[in-house]
């Protein structure tokens, strides 16, 4: 079993950044990662990263503003999330899976409660 935790968002203006945190606690050899939802709309990829830290995968719609990373005690995976845009507001999820590759392309074997990134204009 895994256990996650998210906690780091808010309200941002635009351009502005925030750092999303995803505490794992229990089983954590898993590649984690991201996803977002926002109102009406679908639950969507955002970026995950492997289990060691050695790769990492982003959404087109983030590269260039948005970065994964893992401590190195690989409990915690973090979204450093710069030059926000209100289209980026959304409900981010925390997810864990046991690859990279399942976690881009099946849902996730655990999921986090989610915490609410809003960027007003």
């Known amino acids: 079993q895994v256990q996650l935790v998210e906690s780091g968002g808010g309200l941002v203006q635009a351009g502005g950044s925030l750092r999303l945190s995803c505490a794992a606690s229990?089983?954590?050899?898993?590649?984690m990662g991201w996803f977002r939802q926002a109102p009406g709309k679908e639950r969507e990829f955002v970026a995950a990263i492997t289990w060691g830290g050695g790769s990492t995968y982003g959404a087109d719609s983030v590269k260039g503003r948005f970065t994964i990373s893992r401590d190195s005690a690989r409990s915690t995976v973090y979204l450093q999330m710069n030059s926000l845009k209100p289209e980026d507001t959304a409900t981010y999820y925390c997810?864990?899976?046991?690859?990279?590759?399942?976690?881009?392309?099946?849902?996730?074997?655990?999921w986090g409660q989610g915490t609410q990134v809003t960027v007003s204009v």
């Open positions: 997810a864990a899976h046991r690859t990279l590759a399942l976690l881009t392309t099946s849902p996730p074997d655990y």
């Open positions: 229990g089983r954590t050899f898993y590649a």
